[in-house]
């Protein structure tokens, strides 16, 4: 016996292994193979999409009111160029905010330049993306835009817009900044460069500031002829194929291409494959950026944070729970998946009826605008303005400018699906939850963003996602016309 203790080793001490903090960890495949015999067996599913927004607004619709100026314009107090950088969204934050400050400043707007980006690598001019005519025509009488500086101007810089003086102006700045910091210049110049001006003016402004911003947004800026030609085509296309659901159809924003999957920094289930890759695409598009010494990457905490792209097959999942059968049509907005064959796999077993561009238009049809990223998006952004369900997954300036275009169409309310990521996380991370159970939480999460459809702008919202009150009144009551005068 005593031998025996004798040979036991007191310094071998047991491993604990411990579970990691629920949610922080990519495991929706599991709960896929879990739920899904009896998700397909689920004879419970109506007609959601056409119910889905039944009981949303409850007497509190909106209707839009901006109102032109019927008066001329006073002698312009010079020429304002601005330079509109970043992707087709953000593009579009620029252009109307130099709208508005031209017209606040009663000064005339040259059609902005686009900024080309490493990135976006789109050489597209403002005439490729916007039916430029008809964006001068509709602000006649509230700014005065041209095409190009006169050359009596120009003359004076050697006709180089490099030798203009340019303002380096501070995001969010007020307009009061313009006005008290701009104008002056402006008058003695006759002529100012604001580059960049991606994000230069402030959510919050006087009501003549925020009706310019209405009226060029939404009444303004029209797509080119090209892009929405096609983009109707794909719309009725859409329609035709969602004739079981009387033309309705789901629209899904989604970002999973490598270099979102890769600057999230976020890890799935690919493996030593997936890091290689992600690794790569890091280097590529941000050369030394996640590998700065001292520089903490922690996945889960990304994942429980919400921050995650979400990958299609959670996205199939959530709207399956959400009530929305497999004979629903979908049209998917998003560039080239990444491992496109192993992520759409599940989505399309759970939604067969699923479209995209490049699946509703021929290449012929397509070519013209290949390569160009933002006339991609335009496209993107028409079938989705126009679709039943918006579903947007990962924020950016895209669901952005959606939300308030479709609240603006639609009666005030935008119509959208906005998961809450931080709950998804979890419930996908779940392994004791069933399909009846997620399908609870799913139907939860929908009312949720169904009662989120209708909302006021708030103090440090953004116009272009709350429309209501500044560009829209309520339907059932005639309101006086938004202040159409320019400090």
């Known amino acids: 016996m005593l031998f025996y203790m004798g040979t036991v080793s007191f310094d071998v001490v047991p491993v604990i292994k411990h579970r990691p903090t629920p949610g922080s960890v990519y495991r929706s495949p599991q709960l896929y193979a879990k739920v899904r015999r009896e998700m397909e067996s689920d004879n419970s599913y109506g007609d959601t999409i056409s119910t889905i927004w039944k009981h949303s607004y409850k007497g509190r619709e909106w209707r839009p009111c901006i109102n032109k100026s019927l008066q ?58 916007y039916d430029e005519g008809f964006f001068i025509k509709s602000l006649v009488n509230d700014v005065r835009i041209v095409k190009t500086v006169p050359g009596y101007i120009m003359e004076r810089f ?20 313009y006005r008290d910091t ?15 001006f991606a994000n230069r003016l402030s ?97 889960g ?37 990444y491992d496109s064959e192993r992520h759409m796999a599940p989505l399309l077993e759970m939604f067969p009826l699923l479209q995209t561009k490049e ?25 989705c303005l126009h679709s039943e369900v918006f579903v947007t997954t990962q924020g950016g300036n895209f669901p952005h400018f959606l939300l308030g275009h479709r609240r603006y169409l639609y009666g005030g309310h935008s119509r959208t699906i906005k998961p809450d990521k931080r709950k998804l996380a979890l419930i996908f991370d779940n392994p004791s939850i069933g399909w009846k159970g997620f399908k609870k939480q799913m139907l939860s999460m929908r009312a949720h963003s169904a009662s ?24 059932n009551k005639t309101e006086d016309s938004r202040s159409s005068s320019v400090t």
Request: proline share 5%; aromatic share 10%; charged share 20%.
């Open 359 to 383: 699946t509703l238009a021929s290449a012929d049809e397509l070519a013209p605008f290949q390569n160009y990223s933002s006339r991609m998006a335009a496209i993107d952004y028409t079938v």
């Open 301 to 337: 905490e990304i994942r429980l944070n919400g921050s995650c792209p979400l990958t299609p097959l959670e996205v199939g999942l959530m709207l399956r729970g959400m009530g929305f059968s497999k004979s629903t049509s979908i049209y998917l907005a998003s560039g080239k998946i």
């Open 158 to 177: 050697d006709y180089n817009l490099s030798n203009v003086y340019n303002f380096r102006i501070k995001a969010w700045s007020s307009i009061q900044f």
């Open 72 to 129: 001329g314009l006073p002698e312009s107090n010079g020429y304002i160029f601005i330079e509109a950088n970043g992707g087709l969204n953000q593009q579009r934050t620029s252009i109307c905010n130099a709208v508005a400050v031209a017209g606040y400043l009663n000064a005339t707007l040259v059609i902005p330049n686009f900024h080309f980006h490493s990135i976006w690598r789109d050489r597209s001019k403002f005439g490729d993306i």
């Open 182 to 196: 701009v104008l002056p210049k402006l008058l003695e110049e006759k002529i100012i460069r604001i580059a960049p």
């Open 203 to 299: 959510f919050d402004a006087p009501p003549a500031v925020q009706r310019l911003r209405c009226l060029a947004n939404y009444q303004a800026l029209r797509f080119s002829n090209p892009i929405l030609t096609l983009g109707e085509t794909l719309v009725a296309r859409m329609k035709e194929r969602s004739a079981n659901n009387s033309g309705k159809y789901i629209s899904v924003h989604l970002r999973f291409e490598e270099d979102m999957v890769a600057f999230s920094c976020c890890v799935y289930d690919g493996g030593e494959q997936e890091k290689t890759d992600m690794d790569a695409a890091r280097e590529r598009g941000w050369r030394g950026k996640f590998t700065k010494p001292g520089r903490v990457i922690l996945p």
């Open 452 to 475: 989120k459809g209708l909302q006021l702008k708030r103090p440090n919202d953004s116009i272009y996602s709350f429309p209501c009150p500044d560009c829209m009144c309520k339907a």
